[in-house]
């Protein structure tokens, strides 16, 4: 296929034929018992005060929420900055910057 856009939406379906040496899925070929199983776990996660299984405690959750809703205000404030400069840069460009010269004018391509 020379397009390239059909050959990547080309899928080919196959069925592969199973053989003895076929892996199936959730087969272990090793000896892994539940009690490595949760020593291992043991040593990976680390208790804290989340809980039974990562639960997260309510004062987590509180302080998370907090931090959101100041998150949404920075990003109020930064947004009303941004638009408030942007207007600015437009309307210099389209009135044109006086005393600047032609440093001042913008060229665009279309």
């Known amino acids: 296929m ?3 856009n059909a050959r990547e939406l080309h899928e080919v379906s196959m069925i592969l034929p199973t053989t003895s040496q076929t892996v199936q899925i959730g087969r272990c070929d090793y000896d892994y018992s ?3 199983f949760q020593q291992d776990l043991a040593f990976f996660v680390q208790p804290t005060e989340a809980g039974p299984l990562g639960v997260p405690s309510t ?3 509180t302080e998370l929420e907090v931090e959101v809703e100041q998150l949404k205000e920075q990003l109020g ?3 009303g900055v ?3 400069i942007w207007q ?3 309307q210099k460009v389209l009135k044109g910057n006086p005393g600047s010269g032609s440093e001042g004018d913008v060229e665009m391509d279309e």
């Open 2 to 4: 020379r397009d390239a």
């Open 34 to 36: 539940e009690s490595e």
């Open 59 to 61: 004062s987590r959750i």
């Open 77 to 79: 404030k930064a947004k």
């Open 82 to 84: 941004n638009d408030a």
């Open 88 to 90: 600015v840069v437009v």
